[in-house]
């Protein structure tokens, strides 16, 4: 059985592309504390040359190139990883959904809806924690699953309105 999941490892270590590869081990290197040392050195060398440069523009102008390249280029990194991080958490979102029994699968494809859609979602669970901290605080229990209206499809369903995502019947 290990020898499949290393070869699983090595397949799809082959059918990443060369910026992803890269983006990922950029990424996990600049997040090590070694970079935030080498960071402090490079910093403290050039602030120990400056004297000996007599703080001339060049010397300002060294440090504010480098640290603006940088910046640039970090921002593409942590943007890939951010995006890749983002998809990952959502596909595993995604399958405790579709697995776990009582979820509502219309919200598998949720992040693809409107502002609109997604906030007149959110107001219909607003009202079920609303109903749940009620039944708290009267002693009765917040657990089940309310119904969401099965005859209107998932789009129709957010248009529809708060009310369609908290009606018990």
């Known amino acids: 059985m290990k020898n499949s999941k290393n070869l699983g ?6 059918r990443r592309g060369g ?3 890269f983006a990922r081990g950029a990424a996990r290197a600049a997040g090590r504390p ?9 910093i403290a060398i050039w602030a120990l040359l400056g004297p000996l440069f007599h703080f001339s523009d060049t010397w300002q102008l ?4 480098a640290t603006t390249i940088i910046t640039f280029l970090m921002v593409f990194l942590i943007q890939n990883t951010q ?4 998809e990952a958490m959502q596909l595993k979102l995604d399958e ?3 697995a776990t029994g009582g979820c509502h699968n ?12 997604l906030d007149t979602i959110k107001r219909g669970y607003g009202t079920l924690a609303k ?11 917040d657990l089940g699953t309310p119904e969401v209206k099965k005859k209107l499809a998932p789009l129709e369903r957010a248009e529809a309105g708060a009310h369609e995502l908290t009606n018990d019947e």
């Not at 070694?34 to 490079?42: L, S």
């Open 9 to 14: 490892a090595k397949s799809r270590r082959r």
């Open 19 to 21: 910026f992803e590869r």
């Open 34 to 42: 070694v970079a935030f040392g080498t960071a402090i050195a490079v």
């Open 62 to 65: 060294v440090i504010n190139t």
């Open 83 to 86: 995006n890749r991080d983002s």
């Open 96 to 98: 405790l959904i579709r």
């Open 106 to 117: 219309a919200v598998l494809d949720i992040e693809e809806l409107s502002e609109e859609e």
């Open 131 to 141: 109903r749940a901290i009620e039944a708290v605080r009267t002693g009765k229990s």
